[in-house]
């Protein structure tokens, strides 16, 4: 089984491209996020003819989550269990759902914008209740992963130069313990390999050449419970991706899992 993560930067913008590479990467299930279309806009059509069933958590504005997959879409659950409000709404951040055997979360993980801002303070709350509502799963027999931007990198070498990070978020000490309370629950980061140069970075910025200097970052994520990690025989940063006229400033991060090792 091939199973992806995908900030697309809006799937209808970028439609023709995530199509293209469903075709060529020959993937099963892709964890997506950053819709920014409503669920009533979503391109089901297009994408049943490449086989793929869809579950969505959008309403239109700038997030939105989805899944899709070739191998079954069992016991989708929308949303964020326990998952706090920003603004009196819960944010369509997170949808889960089981493929093929296995228990997959696509997630949107809330930005913070700057450490002072309140928003900063809800991707910490949400951090915390995504932590609480895995664990069982986590902890449990299934295969279990929970995919997607997580908005933090995890460590000083998951940024291309730390000096230009310090104060801002995505690197601050309380958002890196959010990630190891969340791996705490029985997760383990599923580390890919780079494409090009030494570090998988998985976001670059549309400003100043960031993608072609490789000024990057790797915040977008794959956190697998032992059944899982054990099945995975491949992990990488699909770069070409990034590369060209309409990309996202996300790459795909591709793993592939063999269920009967």
């Not at 295969?143 to 990070?165: H, I, K, Q, R, S």
Request: hydrophobic residues 40%.
């Amino acid at each position: 089984m091939r199973i992806a993560t995908y900030n697309v930067n809006s799937i209808t913008a970028r439609l023709p491209r995530l199509l293209a590479w469903l075709e060529s990467s020959g993937t099963d299930v892709v964890c997506i996020q950053e819709t920014k279309c409503s669920a009533e806009q979503f391109p089901y059509e297009q994408l049943r003819e490449l086989g793929y069933e869809a579950a969505v958590n959008a309403t239109g504005r700038w997030n939105g989550v989805a899944l899709l997959s070739k191998v079954g879409l069992e016991d989708v659950v929308t949303g964020l269990p326990g998952g706090p409000d920003y603004e009196g709404v819960q944010e369509p951040r997170a949808i889960s759902a089981t493929c093929g055997g296995v228990r997959v979360w696509s997630v949107y993980v809330p930005n913070g914008r700057e450490v002072e801002h309140d928003h900063y303070g809800y991707k910490l709350e949400w951090f915390r209740s995504l932590a609480t509502a895995v664990a069982e799963d986590a902890a449990g027999p299934r295969p279990f992963a929970v995919l997607g931007d997580f908005n933090v990198a995890p460590t000083d070498e998951d940024v291309y130069d730390p000096a230009v990070f310090a104060g801002l978020t995505h690197v601050t000490p309380a958002e890196r313990a959010a990630l190891e309370a969340l791996r705490a629950a029985g997760l383990s980061d599923v580390f890919p390999r780079a494409l090009k140069y030494d570090r998988p970075y998985t976001f670059w910025d549309y400003r100043m050449l960031a993608f072609p200097k490789n000024k990057g970052m790797r915040i977008d994520l794959v956190y697998g419970n032992e059944p899982f990690t054990k099945a995975v025989t491949d992990a990488y940063v699909d770069r070409e991706e990034r590369k060209g006229k309409g990309a996202s400033d996300h790459a795909p991060v591709v793993v592939d899992l063999d269920l009967e090792r």
